[in-house]
């Protein structure tokens, strides 16, 4: 018996050992947390405010609390705005909860009508203010200090950029299939404050912001003539820029919004040029047959990644920033389109291009460990937000038009931006200052 | 059989189709006359006629507003009875004329060689089922075969603009084969000068 299982032993261990002498590797792909309890309270913050400035603190909490509840990473608790109320009060109201922490919100508007916000987190059991700021933002931007408020108690919970306090350009089309007519429009992370800045005249595509919101630049067609138009958000200046007799598309802004990326199209080649604002310089990066497009920056500016067909079908590519180094990425069945660096700069995001259709697909910055995320449409054009979380893209349902969708990196979490109309293209901003 | 196209351009222009003819001439017959003037009424204005044809929905290119086009329409039209059509099509994610298109270029070569001032745009386009910066560059591609086609059949280079619309304009709706089909063009646009109405 003692011999049995002895050999039975033997046998196990000599089984096991080839597989022991492999390194064990785990892949987390995706994980639960338990979501953090969190309270959410709001007060103006002096006697004298006006009666709208409570009914704009309860706005404003709810604003935060949209913005805290679509990450799914907490347990929200919101608090009645009162008027005279004060901290104390709140933080026992949050410890008979169980909440784990109190965002502390007040708000003041002054005479000028700007905002003056202050955001606190607070830890529920020690009373100790964990992180605070406060935001004066001008009238007609009230929301962006909630916002900014969501952002510090996301940046603060997680350790990581939030992404609130951002904006989308996007092409909104406000005709029909047949009949386009499409803007360049901008618009709050959440859907709110649609502004259009194009002229109605111009057939427009492929918005782009620079990563601070301060410019954006789109292309546009009028008369049959295609210019690249760089709009100024600050001084509200539009530059209309020819490329030299040739056709431009695909702009894309260096990280610091200095210059542009942009694709040339002349006599049946397209390439990649870096165009320098201030000078008016083409600085031409690529010169290979074939069509290199979609050019766009890493985070910090230390590479480029495009798209080229070079090889028969679309692919991706690095270069450095000077056109040098240029190196394939993407291997394999299928094309690779639109290449987007995550702002954390691990992984890429594209759009996967087959005969059945077209998905929106992440890899590591090496071009390893593809994940393809489910498609219910023909989902494309993959645009970061600051957070590095989440992806905004374009689906096009089988029958109906073009959305704008959000969705996690593995695609568990997807909802639509809801928008009366058509809407695509969309280019993510990072953090506003 | 084509017969070559001597006329010149500004006759075409102003020349007046068969069909608004036939209703001139209608209501210049006595009982035509009496449908177009009613008795007592006084003078009613000269009769105004849609300036399209049937055939112009598809014709209609993109115009911008402030881009008048109407009054080119006959010669629009001339173009495309003479060439057979002002579109060619491709394969998907290819730029390559196949010898229909081929045919039909050689037919607009020949009209345009005979009209040596008229300007033209040279529209490509693409279908869906490329992303939207390949569709663009391919659309410019798809423009650039057929501006080569038309340089290499005797028209000036210089007369030539091409305008890439990428998948902006599609012709069909229909998320089918067929309806991509339509989609991956490039289409040649004669651009007529509006007729003035002082000139000599």
Known sequence: MRLALSLLYSAIVCTAAPVSAQPLRVDITEGERAPLKISLAATQSHAGAAAGTAGSAMDLLTVIETDLASTALYNLARHAVVADSSLDTELTAARSRASQGLVWFTAALSEDGNLRAECSYIDVYSGAVEASAVFTVPAGQHRRAAHKCADLVYTHTNGAPGHFDTQFALITDHGTPLAPQRRVTIIDSDGFNPRMVSDPAALVAMPVLSRNGHAAAYIAIERHATFLVVFDRVSGQQKRIEAQGALPSAPAFSPDGRSLLLTISREGNADIVRYDLATGRFVPLTNSFGSDTAASYSPDGSRIIFQSNRSGQSQLYTMQPDGSDQQRLSFGEGSFATPSWSPRGDRIAFTFITSSGMQIGTMRSDGSGMRLLPATGQDESPTWAASGTLLAFTRTPPAGTAQLWITDLVGKRQRQLSMPVAASEASWSGLLP | ?200
């Open chain 2, 1 to 200: 059989m084509i017969s070559p196209v001597h006329q010149p351009f500004r006759t075409a222009v102003t020349r007046r189709k068969p069909r608004r003819g036939l209703i001139y001439a209608t209501c210049a017959l006595p009982l035509g006359l009496a449908a177009c003037q009613v008795p007592g009424e006084g003078l009613k204005p000269p009769p105004t006629f849609p300036r399209s044809l049937p055939a112009e929905a598809e014709l209609a290119p993109f115009q911008a507003p402030g881009e008048t086009l109407a009054s080119q329409t006959d010669s629009l039209a001339d173009f495309l009875q003479y060439a057979g059509s002002d579109t060619v099509t491709f394969e998907p994610r290819s730029a390559d004329l196949n010898q229909a298109a081929r045919d039909v270029l050689a037919r607009q070569a020949s009209w345009l060689a005979a009209r040596p001032t008229v300007p033209v745009v040279i529209e490509g386009h693409s279908d869906e089922r490329v992303s939207v910066p390949e569709a663009f560059t391919l659309s410019e591609q798809r423009a650039n075969a057929v501006r080569r086609f038309l340089t290499a059949n005797g028209i000036d280079s210089a007369r030539i603009r091409l305008a890439a619309f990428g998948r902006l304009l599609p012709r069909s709706a229909t998320r089918s084969e067929a309806g991509w089909q339509e989609n991956r063009r490039a289409r040649t646009l004669p651009i007529l000068e509006p007729v003035q109405e002082n000139r000599p």
